[in-house]
Each structure stands twice: as structure tokens, then as C-alpha cells.
């Protein structure tokens, strides 16, 4: 599990996230998949080497798994009250808590993901 929360999206805030990440069992080889934000994106950013960023199509929210994930946390969030930014904080923090493996493999699969043999970065 790794949550890093931040004030804002923008490139300087990427690189914090990609170098606190990179921090993170950094002998282990960390391959994110992104969308096309222009602060994933930017010339200045420098990308750890334990990290391989994949960028999907653009306009192709279909194929972006945290989607299917962002589905799960408001389906849990939606209806309660939080009084504070911080109790937000809280609920984002105990449901990535209660993310199981099983669980994101079954939120995020796609039924076609495993029929191509090869896959391009």
C-alpha cells in the first residue's frame, strides 16, 4: 500500500508522488499505468529508475483500471457524512487499508487483457 495525498495535480506534485514512491521497496521495479494528464506528461519531470510509466490511448477511459477502483471507493463513500478533510483523509486511507490483492485483480480485470501474448511501452 502506498497513499501519498496532496494539495493539488500538477507536475511538480507528480514528481513528489514519484519520488516518494520510488522510496518505497526500492529495489523492487514499479510499473505505473497512466492516462494522458499533461502533469503526467511534462519534459521536466525526472522518472526514478525503479518506475516504467505506460501511458494508455488517449480517450480511452475503458481501459483505465483506477477507474474501475476510483467506481469502488465512491460507491463506499457516497452517503456518509465527514465532518473534517481529515475524516475524508481517514476513509481513503482504511478502504486503500482494506484493498486485497483478490480484490483489485477482481475490480480491475478485463476480460480480454490476457489474449494478446505481446504488449507494447
Not at 510509466?53 to 477507474?67: C, G, R, T, V
Not at 486485497?100 to 476480460?111: L, R
Request: aromatic share 14%; hydrophobic share 40%; proline share 5%.
Amino acid at each position: 500500500m502506498f497513499v501519498l495525498e496532496l494539495p493539488h495535480c500538477s507536475s511538480d506534485m507528480f514528481q513528489l508522488y514519484l519520488d516518494e514512491f520510488s522510496k518505497q521497496k526500492p529495489n523492487e521495479l514499479k510499473v505505473l499505468i497512466l492516462d494522458n494528464g499533461a502533469f503526467h506528461k511534462a519534459k521536466k519531470l525526472i522518472i526514478p529508475d525503479n518506475i516504467i510509466l505506460i501511458f494508455q490511448p488517449p480517450y480511452s477511459p475503458e481501459l483505465n483500471a483506477s477507474e474501475k477502483i476510483w467506481a469502488a471507493y465512491k460507491r463506499a463513500f457516497t452517503n456518509k457524512l465527514h465532518k473534517t478533510l481529515d475524516e475524508v483523509s481517514d476513509f481513503i486511507i482504511d478502504f486503500t487499508r482494506k484493498l486485497t490483492v483478490q480484490t483489485i485483480q477482481t475490480t480491475t480485470s478485463f476480460s480480454y487483457i490476457l489474449s494478446c501474448l505481446f504488449w507494447t511501452i
